[in-house]
């Protein structure tokens, strides 16, 4: 495509209708430029920012404020972007990880997706959760996979917006902030923040202002880019609801189970990760407040084994990943039950190794980790969760689900 060619065109095309704007838009890219810890193929709310609201975020931006009568464009804004000026909704999305697919599945673009990490893998893991969500489908098998995308491929691609974070991007091999701009220049501005993961450190050049954003805020400044206010609003409240009733039944912190979370593809290499640090990882673990077994010995990440765990001795094991079609749940639980060491933890002679599905993950996503790991946790205060071995979430009965599967259906298909 001839990106420069646009004096002989009567009216603009879709690409010109979308545009950086601001003061604090990527660097050399208002001049006219044209030139950490890995995914697994896999306070409480986290609504908090470091530096920032999610309530300002639709008067910050300008997201519905900016616009003047007889102007239809409109501005969202994200870290570590800035601003952005659109004039017409995005309809095909760019994403490299799964917290950004989620979101634009939340807001009805599931199948605008062009890109993401490991697709034919994640779409696998997300559609175990769609099974339980009436009317709705998924597919993101066979689409292009971004892990360590191709600037090249991106112009291929054309996609409207880029939900993936540039700070983090150009940590990827052949990628640099001369790059970044191109793309957003020529082919549709980068609108995503990944490093509020876990709170990463962002590189010299990207550090200055750099926001981190709970999972729920990070999604309410996509849902302004897409100007899906009404969608966002409708599944916040679903959460809200959702959190509300685990803190009204939460024991008491000295009554809950201690728990730690494991992801294993190999048993011989088990990695463990945190349950409550700062960033959107623990989304889903943060807010239920189980003690960590590891009393903050061990980072995300850290290779462990069974003389570790046994030692920690947890009360609860999360089993990342379990929730992966091609996951052989019964044989992980059989390694540690056969294992003269990890037979004796208590988690496992209690029979509570449980499975989860991503820490990548985005709101709806969220909304059935919240309350499967209430289960998980709390077995007398939300139900028990059934042991599961394979097949889609369980059909967890209606009067001990813990949000509404219609409504969430509902505010994806369109019908607020």
């Known amino acids: ?22 003061t604090v838009a990527l660097g050399g890219l208002l001049a006219g430029c044209t030139g950490g810890d890995g995914a697994e193929p896999d306070s409480s709310d986290d609504g908090a920012t470091e530096n920032g609201s999610a309530d300002d975020a639709s008067t910050d931006d300008g997201s519905e404020d900016s616009q003047s009568e007889g102007d239809a464009s409109y501005t969202a804004s994200i870290s570590p972007t800035g601003e952005v000026t659109f004039e017409s909704p995005p309809e095909t999305v760019f994403t490299r990880l799964t917290h950004h ?15 993401l990490h490991a697709p034919d893998y994640y779409d696998g893991l997300w559609n175990q959760y769609v099974e339980r969500l009436p009317g709705v489908s998924l597919d993101w098998s066979g689409l292009y996979s971004s892990w360590e995308p191709d600037k090249e491929k991106l112009y ?60 729920w805020e990070q999604f309410e400044r996509v849902a302004e880019a897409f100007r899906e206010r ?101 044989g992980r639980r059989a390694a540690f039950e056969e294992d003269a060491v990890g037979s004796q933890v208590t988690a496992v002679q209690n029979d509570r190794i449980h499975p989860q599905g991503a820490r990548y993950q985005g709101p709806i996503l969220n909304l059935f980790q919240l309350e499967m790991t209430a289960k998980q946790l709390y077995p007398d205060e939300f139900g028990a969760w059934p042991r599961y071995e394979s097949g889609p979430y369980p059909e967890i009965p209606e009067d001990e689900r813990l949000f509404d599967r219609g409504r969430v259906a509902d505010v994806i298909n369109g019908d607020l």
Request: net charge negative; hydrophobic share 35%.
């Open 1 to 22: 495509m001839d990106t420069n060619d646009t004096t002989d065109r009567e009216t603009p095309t879709r690409r010109e209708t979308i545009k950086y704007g601001g």
């Open 230 to 330: 009404e969608r966002y609003e409708a599944l916040a409240e679903v959460r809200e609801g959702l959190l509300s009733t685990i803190e009204d039944r939460l024991p008491p912190e000295e009554e809950r189970p201690t728990a730690i979370m494991i992801a294993a593809a190999d048993i011989e290499q088990i990695y463990a990760y945190t349950l409550s640090n700062p960033g959107f990882l623990t989304s889903h673990t943060r807010p239920l407040g189980p003690r960590d077994a590891f009393e903050g010995s061990v980072e995300s990440g850290t290779v462990v084994d069974f003389e570790t765990i046994l030692e920690a001795d947890p009360d609860v094991i999360l089993y990342l990943g379990g929730m992966e079609p091609g996951t052989d749940m019964a």
């Open 101 to 115: 697919a989620d979101m634009a599945f939340a807001l009805g673009r599931g199948d605008d997706v062009t890109a």
């Open 156 to 215: 291929e691609l054309d996609s409207d917006i880029h939900l993936a974070d540039p700070a983090w991007v150009t940590q990827l091999e052949g990628w640099d902030r001369e790059d970044i701009d191109e793309i957003a220049e020529n082919v549709s501005p980068w609108f995503g923040n990944s490093l509020s993961d876990r709170h990463q450190e962002p590189a010299e050049e990207w550090a200055d202002g750099y926001q981190y954003y709970g999972l």
